[in-house]
C-alpha cells in the first residue's frame, strides 16, 4: 500500500511538473491538473477494489475504459451511445491499473479536444484482441475534423503516453486516416498482472 501511495504521490508531482510546462495561464494549468488529478482518482479507486475474496486488488480492462470515458457519456445526456467497446474482457491488477489509465485518459482527451469526441457526430470504438500472449487495444475514432490536424499537437500528452507505454511495456502505434485516429496499443499480458 505504501508502494501505492508513494507511487500516486510521484504521478501527482509529474503531472503538476509537465503541465506547467504546456499551461499558458494559471487558469489553464488548474484545469488541466484538476482534470488529470481526476482521472488518476477514478484509476486509483478502482485499485482498492477487490474481487470479494480479499485477494490482491484487480479491475478489467473494459471496467477502466469504462471509467476513463464515463464522464464523456455524462456530457452526452440523452443522445446515442458514441462508444462501443467490443472484444475479450482481460484482468488488470497492481501497479498496471494506474498507467493504462492514464494512457486511455490521454487518448480521451485528444479525442475530446481535437477528434472523434470534438464534433457532436464523432464516435470511438475499441477493440481488443489476444495476440500471441498479448493484448491488442484498438481505438479507432471517427466522424471528428480531419485527423491530419492532430498529427502537431505535441505537449505533456505526448510525454505521458510515451512514459506510460514504456512502463508497460507497449508497442503503440498511430495511424491518421481521413475518417480518423487509430491508435494500436499492443501490450504483453503479464504488464497487465503486476501487482
Do not use: C
Request: no cysteine; glycine share 8%.
Amino acid at each position: 500500500m505504501n508502494h501505492r501511495i508513494m507511487n500516486l504521490f510521484a504521478v501527482a508531482s509529474s503531472i503538476v511538473g509537465l503541465s506547467a510546462q504546456a499551461a499558458a495561464s494559471a487558469t489553464e494549468l488548474a484545469a488541466t491538473v484538476r482534470n488529470r488529478l481526476d482521472a488518476l482518482a477514478r484509476a486509483h479507486a478502482l485499485t482498492v477494489s477487490t474481487n470479494g475474496e480479499g485477494s490482491q486488488p484487480a479491475t478489467t480492462l473494459q471496467a477502466i475504459i469504462q471509467t476513463i470515458l464515463a464522464p464523456y457519456v455524462a456530457d452526452m445526456q440523452g443522445t446515442e451511445s458514441r462508444f462501443a467497446v467490443k472484444g475479450p474482457d482481460v484482468p488488470v491488477s497492481g501497479n498496471a491499473i494506474i498507467p493504462i489509465s492514464l494512457l486511455l485518459y490521454e487518448f480521451a482527451t485528444n479525442a475530446a479536444k481535437h477528434g472523434g469526441l470534438s464534433t457532436a457526430t464523432g464516435r470511438i470504438d475499441i477493440h481488443s484482441v489476444l495476440e500471441n500472449g498479448r493484448i491488442v487495444l484498438v481505438w479507432q475514432e471517427s466522424g471528428g475534423p480531419s485527423a491530419q490536424k492532430q498529427q502537431n499537437n505535441e505537449g505533456f500528452g505526448s510525454k505521458l503516453i510515451n512514459v506510460t507505454t514504456s512502463q508497460l511495456a507497449a508497442d503503440l502505434s498511430k495511424e491518421w486516416k481521413s475518417s480518423g485516429l487509430t491508435v494500436r496499443l499492443s501490450i504483453p499480458r503479464n504488464s497487465l498482472s503486476q501487482t
